[in-house]
Structures are given as C-alpha cells and as structure tokens.
C-alpha cells in the first residue's frame, strides 16, 4: 500500500484528505490513489497561483472522487452480493487514524451507496466534515442552492435510515463480551437478550470467499446463521472483539488467519446492525500492515 510523499501538503492536511476520500468513495485504497493523484498535481500546478493549497487539494480530490464513483457506478451493480466499504481497523497508520476518529462507520457508508455521486459528496462535506454551503459550492464549483438541493435529496434518500445516537464505550464493550460468550456457549436465549428483533446483517465476499449474497434480517435468522458458521467451521474459527473504523466490531479468524472483520452498530444496549466483510481484496491493508509490508510514513 502506497503512503503518502513527504512533499506537498503538510501531514495535518493529509490525514484529512484521505479521511474526506475515503468518505466518498468508501475504499481506502481508492482514497490513497485520489490523494496521490491530488498531490502530484499540485506538484506539477504553478504553485504559485495557487493562494489556499488545503482548498485547492479538497477541490481536487472531491472531483476526482465524483468522476471515481460515477466509474464505479456499474461495477458495484454487477457486484457479486453485497458492496461493503472497506474497514479501517486493527493498528492504522497515522494517516488512518483520522479515519477511525470520525463519524465514517461502515454502517454510514453503506447507506451513502443510495445516493448519486454529486449527492454523496455534498452529504460527505456538510454532515461529516461540517463544511458551510458557501465552501461546498465552492468545491463542487455549484451554486449554494443548487447544493442545498442536493443535501435535501441526500437526506431524503437516507431517511428511513437515519443513524442512532452513539453509545458509550462501556456498554459497547459489555454488549460485545455478552454476544461473544454466549455465541461460544451456544447460548440463544442470551444472543436474542443482545440482538434487536429486527437486526440486519451485510455481508461481502465479493465473490471471493463464501458469504451471504443478501442481507440476513431478523435476530432468529442472524443467530441461526452464527451457529451454522460455527458448527461447521469449529474449533478453528475464532471471534475477537476489535475497533473498526469509529466504533466496536470484530475480527474473525479460521486456523489461524484473518478471514471478516464486522463493524457493529447499536440500538441501546443491543446489536442493531452487522456490517461483515470477508472480501480478501478489502482486508489487504492489514495484512500488509501486520507484514511489515506498509511503508514508512
């Protein structure tokens, strides 16, 4: 995995850049390329006419991003499955760590899959960086009323999905222990205290690995798919608590080898949302990272 040159923008603006990259096209290797892309051009720009290098570089990699995603528009419909971003978790490199300090969960960018490009990016910059209309029109050289728009079709489309207060660490934590212990008690009774009624579970193989090909809806349906996993796979496949992201999850391993990380979201005190991704081609930046294969920032 590429990080990013020592030249150019400052560390600070980097780590931001690639936090906003992410949040729009939801794949970190994909925001790295946007940022790389950014920062060359800025390299080979007249710096000179160039007053605010940080509004240049966010103009730049919003973009680049927009014209990525209309790209990837097809693909994703043809995507084996479920598309599920790629999850920032285990030990992030600084320039990661803005990530898993913002509200970018995979929950949210799951739902931002509904929205167009051009609505996505205005969402990404006002809800998640708090940017004013005047910058956003800016950035996406649009009209403020014209982004306006576009926020209140964002909003529109994301409303029957509108994200839950945060919990605490603590009962998040607590939450997570409880799911653990009785999923390896085989404990149904205690999974259906932890697990809404109406819970969903995503999950992503892309067609890689075996993995659910449609959403699992339901606690029943989501307990009875853990134990079948478990019952199959064994003593082999283990489950871990993990930070993913900006919030709790797991990471699962099989003999040994990390096979899905899940990013969870809460109702409560109880698990409302499970967001599983075991597409190999998404877990690549930790296995680098444990490697040593990252290079040195």
């Excluded at 927009?66 to 598309?83: C, F, M, N, T």
């Excluded at 003593?235 to 099989?254: D, F, K, R």
């Amino acid at each position: 995995m590429n990080t990013f040159d020592s030249e150019g923008a400052d560390f600070a603006l980097r780590k931001r850049l690639l936090s906003l990259a992410y949040g729009y096209v939801g794949s970190l290797t994909e925001a790295e390329d946007l940022v790389q892309e950014a920062l060359l051009r800025v390299q080979q720009s007249n710096t000179q006419s160039i007053r605010n290098k940080e509004a240049w570089l966010t103009t730049v990699v919003t973009h680049l991003a927009i014209d990525k995603l209309r790209s990837a528009q097809h693909r994703r419909e043809v995507y084996p499955g479920e598309w599920l971003p790629e999850p920032v978790f285990g030990a992030p490199t600084p320039e990661q760590d803005a990530i898993t300090r913002s509200r970018l969960t995979l929950g949210l960018l799951y739902l931002l899959e509904k929205l167009a490009p051009e609505q996505r990016a205005v969402f990404v910059l006002r809800e998640v960086f708090e940017y004013s209309y005047e910058r956003i029109a800016e950035i996406t050289e649009k009209s403020e009323a014209a982004c306006r728009q576009l926020m209140v079709r964002a909003r529109t489309a994301l409303e029957r999905s509108r994200e839950q207060p945060p919990v605490s660490s603590k009962i998040a934590n607590s939450v997570v222990s409880r799911f653990l212990l009785a999923l390896s008690r085989g404990d149904e009774k205690e999974l259906l205290g932890v697990i809404t009624d109406d819970a969903i579970l995503v999950g992503d193989g892309g067609g890689k690995v075996p993995s659910i090909l449609n959403p699992v809806y339901g606690a029943d349906r989501i307990i009875r798919f853990f134990f079948g996993v478990a019952k199959k796979l064994g003593h082999g496949w283990e489950v871990h608590p993990a930070i993913v992201n900006s919030g709790p999850g797991l990471v699962t391993y099989m003999d040994g080898h990390l096979s899905s990380v899940t990013s969870l979201e809460f109702e409560a005190e109880r698990i409302r949302a499970m967001y599983s991704v075991s597409n190999p081609d998404k877990l690549r930046s930790y296995q680098l990272l444990t490697s040593g294969a990252v290079l040195e920032t």
